[in-house]
């Protein structure tokens, strides 16, 4: 009995060895599975970097493609912001048709505006002054008259010059319609008596006066300034330093030399470094600084 008792405690206690065991070996291997994916995902994170070393800007790229092309695809967030995105571009393209339509308006208005404007009333071979246009005159430097309304910028400019050590004086203003007309037939008369057809006189005449009707100092608006040490109407007029102040400086009071020397197939008028024509200061300046002649300004 005492054996057996002694094998019964005996079987009993390799019972509780083999169940401790197996229970040791089943938390062991429960551990171990856990343990598992664990290290291999480590091992995986550890082999990614090394595998694209060699390639790391293809792969950066196929991967940023791939990203874009599995957002696009799968990210309903990015299909419904597509939608927005569209309507938004429209809306952009409205917004800038819009704006360049108010654009054309503005400038459409601009120049209708400029037209309309007594300061830049176009006078040339091509633009006869308006049919019985009036001014009221105001008398000027040695009793020459002009548009009253541009007398007291033009007397401004004149004092400015003079101040500059400079002697400017001015030799035609306003010309009476009528008189230039009288000119005018002056002169065809003069060659006719010289023996030349009536067309001949009329081609004569009109290379050295302006046809009736076309010269800007029936206006008056224009004005003939010139050195009081050279007073000719020649090319050398640009040389002397009263024109090269003017030249300058008129846009500051209104007026702009209105036939440059590159501009004579615009205006259709010869090189005249002595005829300045008021068109106000605002005009004047943005003429100037853009370099402009009065046709080309109001064709912009
Ligand atoms: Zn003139």
Partial sequence: MSQNGMDTGSRGYWLIILL???????????????????????AQEAAGPEESIGTADAAD????EARQTAAAEDDPAVEAESEPETSLNHAVQAVSDAAGTA?????????????????LILVNPEHKAPEGYTVELATVDRGYQVDARCAEELTQMLADCRSAGHDPIICSAFREHSYQEQLFQNSIWNFRSRGYSE??????TSQELAVPGTSEHELGLAVDIVSRSHQILDKAQENTGTQKWLMENSWKYGFVLRYPTDRTDITGI???????????????????????????????
Avoid: N
């Avoid at 067309?199 to 004569?204: D, F, M, N, P, S």
């Avoid at 090189?271 to 109001?298: F, I, S, T």
């Fill in 20 to 42: 401790l065991s197996t229970f040791i070996v089943v938390l062991g291997a429960g551990t171990a599975s856990a343990l598992l994916p664990a290290r291999a995902d480590t």
């Fill in 61 to 64: 790229a196929d991967h940023a």
């Fill in 103 to 119: 654009q054309d308006a503005l400038e459409e208005a601009e120049r209708r505006r400029r037209a309309e404007d007594w300061r």
């Fill in 199 to 204: 067309a001949e006189a009329i081609e004569l």
């Fill in 270 to 300: 010869i090189y005249e470094p002595w005829h300045y024509r008021y068109v106000g200061k605002e005009y004047a300046k943005e003429m100037y600084e853009k370099d402009l002649c009065l046709e080309e300004y109001l064709a912009e």
